[in-house]
T-cell receptor, first 115, second 110 residues
């Protein structure tokens, strides 16, 4: 019974490169959320997606960041032209489409380091 | 005013005592409330969820909700060193995103 799968676990990028983070939700879950966590800080919401649809992207930076959740395959968080400030842990979470009482189940995260 | 506020701690509690973690939220439309535990370098894991005013108990954990005061708390009885972690309060309005507090770092002293 696989949980939320994120890969890679660790990602090192040089400034200016692109980072692609992948997330496969739990079986039966159709809602995906991305959060960012800086060291010693809380979880900051970035984006909420359903299959082929962005529901809420109010937490996404206006530039360089994008997210998708295609009909087939994992959700992708893409960061273009990374800068040192993008270094953080990025967590994906999923939930079933059953309303507000559904908790989020988190993956193990991707630790992005920009050198 | 932050949407979800928690005392960042650190909160130190002797082993075997009760640890009390508090959280306030600003939006009266909030409907669902969750407590997550996060060990250093790990992902958040769900401990408790609560939706109605009052107490909800699960083993050594009790969640308390007071919607009139916009307050939710987590009590940990018989605290163990393995309870040392950061505890995140999360709030949800309808089917929207979970909004997290910054977390309270709890240390259980043997």
């Amino acid at each position: 019974n696989a949980g939320v799968m994120q890969n890679p676990r660790h990602l090192v990028r040089r400034r200016g490169q692109e980072a692609r983070l992948r997330c496969s939700p739990m079986k039966g879950h159709s809602h995906v959320y991305w959060y960012r966590q800086l060291p010693e800080e809380g979880l900051k919401f970035m984006v909420y997606l359903q299959k082929e649809n962005i529901i809420d992207e109010s937490g996404m930076p206006k530039e360089r960041f994008s997210a998708e959740f295609p009909k087939e395959g994992p959700s992708i968080l893409r960061i273009q032209q990374v800068v040192r400030g993008d270094s953080a842990a990025y967590f994906c979470a999923s939930s079933p489409p059953t309303g507000s009482r559904s908790p989020l189940h988190f993956g193990n995260g991707t630790r992005l380091t920009v050198t | 005013q932050k949407e979800v506020e928690q005392n960042s701690g650190p909160l130190s509690v002797p082993e075997g005592a009760i640890a009390s973690l508090n959280c306030t939220y600003s939006d009266r439309g909030s409907q669902s409330f969750f407590w997550y535990r996060q060990y250093s370098g790990k992902s958040p894991e769900l401990i408790m969820s609560i939706y109605s005013n009052g107490d909800k108990e699960d083993g050594r954990f009790t969640a308390q909700l007071n919607k009139a005061s916009q307050y939710v708390s987590l009590l940990i009885r018989d605290s163990q060193p393995s309870d040392s972690a950061t505890y995140l309060c999360a709030v949800r309005i309808g089917n929207e995103k979970l909004t997290f507090g910054t977390g309270t770092r709890l240390t259980i002293i043997p």
